[in-house]
């Protein structure tokens, strides 16, 4: 497998915690795919933005009590939803039908594991927040070197933006556990890579590889 340094080594720096966090690089083969399916990215990635939206205003309900989990939740739920604002823009600009599509195994595939009990349930939660913005961040630096200015521009944008993401879903879940998560983060570490590594039947922003 290669080096995730290695393989991130091109066009945007990723900060070396984040890339530590991830237990494996994307594999080429996901990036191939991904190009090949330029449409299906764009609505998927749309998908994405409008899900993690709607992932922080859930919590926003659920933990009326946090005031710090609520400032930044809230935060992070309106630069999702301009994030989705820009990509259905782009789209739109391309002539790009939005058409619904079936989620990815991956947020489920890590969302299956959630302990039941909070504060466990949130801790949890938190952790694969910090995964899927982690992965995002790491996917768009991926994919830059290979887009057209425009999509590459904006790219880069996330890039800064879903890696501040991963930063506060971790501090947050340090901060509401009352134990260490060391263990719990090495544990999803695991789950996570597998998904990103192994045959998937569909392509998607989060998808493993090609069967
Ligand atoms: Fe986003
Ligand atoms: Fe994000």
């Known amino acids: ?117 909070d504060p466990d349930r949130l801790v949890d939660i938190l952790i694969i927040g910090a995964f899927i913005e982690a992965r995002s961040c790491e996917r768009f630096a991926r994919l830059i070197p290979h887009l057209d200015d425009d999509l590459a521009k904006f790219y880069r944008t996330l890039v800064k933006s879903e890696g501040r993401h991963y930063e506060d879903y971790l501090m947050l879940a340090r901060h509401l556990s009352v134990v260490p998560i060391d263990e719990r983060v090495a544990f999803f570490a695991g789950c996570e890579s597998q998904l990103i590594v192994t045959p998937d039947t569909a392509f998607r922003f989060h998808s493993g590889v090609p069967d």
């Open 1 to 117: 497998m290669p080096d995730i340094l290695e393989a991130t080594r091109h066009d945007v720096e990723l900060p070396p915690d984040l890339l530590a966090f991830l237990a494996c690089p994307t594999p080429d083969a996901w990036v191939d795919w991904a190009l090949a399916n330029p449409e299906l990215l764009l609505i998927d990635h749309a998908q994405c933005e409008k899900k993690a939206a709607s992932t922080a205003m859930s919590l926003l309900y659920r933990y009326v009590d946090q005031p710090l989990l609520l400032t930044k939740m809230s935060q992070l739920a309106r630069e999702e939803l301009l994030h989705f604002e820009q990509v259905v823009k782009l789209m739109e600009s391309r002539g790009i039908v939005y058409r619904h599509l079936s989620a990815s195994r991956y947020a489920e595939g890590l969302r299956c594991h959630v302990r039941p009990q």
